[in-house]
C-alpha cells in the first residue's frame, strides 16, 4: 500500500468515528425522560382475593381430575381421527377397486403396457 492509500484510509476512520460519535449525541439528545402526569383522582386498589390453600389430599385430587379430564379429551381426538382416517381410506378403497374395474374393461391391451 502506498502512502496516498494509507492516508486516505486514515482520514476515512476518522471521519466514521465523528459520524457515530455525532449519532450517539444526537440519540442521547432526544431521548428525555418522560414529564410525569399529574393524577387527580387517586382509584382505589381492588382488594387483593384471599388465598386458599389446600392440603395434600385435595391437591392430589385436583391433579388427577385434571390429568383425567385431558386424558379424556385426548382420546376422543384420537377416535375422530381413526374414524376420519378409516373413513378416507374405505373411500380410497372404493375408488380404486372401481378404477381397476373400468380400466379392464374399456381396453383389451391394457394388461400389454403393465
Known amino acids: 500500500m502506498s502512502e496516498a492509500q494509507k492516508e486516505a484510509l ?3 476512520r476518522e471521519k466514521r468515528m465523528a459520524n457515530k460519535k455525532q449519532k450517539t449525541q ?11 402526569v399529574p393524577v387527580e383522582n387517586e382509584v382505589p386498589q381492588p382488594k387483593q382475593a384471599t388465598q386458599m390453600y389446600y392440603d395434600k389430599d385435595q391437591l392430589a385430587d385436583l391433579v ?11 382420546k376422543e381426538r384420537k377416535e375422530k381421527k381413526k374414524k376420519i382416517t378409516a373413513q378416507a381410506n374405505h373411500d380410497q378403497k372404493v375408488f380404486k377397486d372401481i378404477n381397476n374395474a373400468i380400466s379392464r ?6 394388461d400389454c403396457f403393465r
Open 26 to 36: 444526537r440519540a442521547k439528545e432526544s431521548v428525555k425522560p418522560p414529564s410525569p
Open 64 to 74: 388427577f381430575q385434571g390429568v383425567q379430564r385431558y386424558d379424556n379429551m385426548r
Open 10 to 12: 486514515k482520514k476515512g
Open 105 to 110: 374393461q374399456s381396453d383389451p391391451w391394457g
